[in-house]
């Protein structure tokens, strides 16, 4: 791997943390840059979950020390995530995921038809639809599986998911949305380690770089999260089903 390729690498890592922080779906832009360098399949999802962990270890590093995070009720969330994405990452191996491609960009599309639609989602819902308890088998588990199986939007299906079922404000759900990454990403790369499949001198260079960019867009949630979180989902939304889309029939 020359130079070149790495400072490259790094910064696409920088960018991808940014927007995984602040909207989700900046795995999209990482795991392309995998693809395209070479990278055989198995390699590029592996480096990408260790390169990702650095942005939501770093952010939810942050948003804790911060006090953002409510630990109390989302500590059984977390766990249910971490197992969800565990299983989701072991069936992945055996389970051809062609259907869930297909469907997927539907998916997002409606996902950003709803940031765009919906009602002031600036303010709280205040109405929970259910309990913590149920919430951590749907979210945690159901999202957590789909995590580790396939991955493309899950942070935003988190942040929805926070929404409409325990109604948080978007900036709390994206703040939790990161929470539930980290369970996800280090359960994925303990599984992908002992398949032996990580490439560490290029994960490990990336995982700084996300570092780096998930510092930043932490501060971006916090003093400017309401005006800019929205339009950053609809605009990376968007972008994830249309290439998605032109993958499928171009």
């Known amino acids: 791997m020359s130079i070149t390729f790495l400072i490259v690498m790094f910064?696409?890592?920088?960018a991808?943390?940014?927007i995984n922080v602040v909207s989700g779906g900046g795995g999209f832009l990482s795991i392309t840059a995998l693809l395209i360098s070479g990278l055989p399949p198995a390699n590029a999802l592996a480096?990408?979950?260790m390169q990702a962990l650095g942005s939501s270890l770093t952010s939810g590093i942050y948003f804790l020390r911060q006090g953002r995070i409510e630990l109390k009720n989302n500590k059984w969330v977390f766990i249910t995530t971490f197992f969800g994405a565990a299983a989701g990452t072991i069936f992945v191996q055996f389970i051809d995921p062609t259907f869930l491609k297909k469907l997927l960009p539907g998916l997002i599309i409606g996902v950003t038809l709803y940031f765009i639609f919906a009602p002031d989602i600036t303010k709280s819902k205040e109405k929970q639809r259910v309990s913590f308890f149920m919430f951590s088998f749907i979210c945690?588990?159901?999202?957590?599986f789909y995590d580790g199986f396939l991955g493309a939007g899950a942070g935003t299906f988190y942040t929805i998911s926070y929404?409409?079922?325990?109604g948080y404000r978007i900036d709390k759900?994206?703040?939790?949305s990161n929470f539930l990454n980290l369970a996800s990403n280090t359960s994925s790369v303990i599984f992908f380690i002992a398949g032996g499949k990580m490439m560490w001198s290029l994960g490990l260079l990336m995982f700084a770089g996300q570092a780096i960019g998930a510092r930043l867009g932490a501060g971006v949630v916090l003093s400017s999260g309401l005006k800019v979180i929205k339009p950053m989902i609809i605009l990376v939304s968007a972008g994830i089903s249309t290439k998605m889309l032109f993958d499928m029939y171009f």
């Open 11 to 14: 910064f696409v890592a920088v």
């Open 16 to 18: 991808a943390g940014f």
């Open 47 to 49: 480096t990408n979950k």
């Open 140 to 144: 945690g588990g159901g999202v957590g």
């Open 163 to 166: 929404m409409l079922l325990l």
């Open 173 to 176: 759900a994206q703040i939790h």
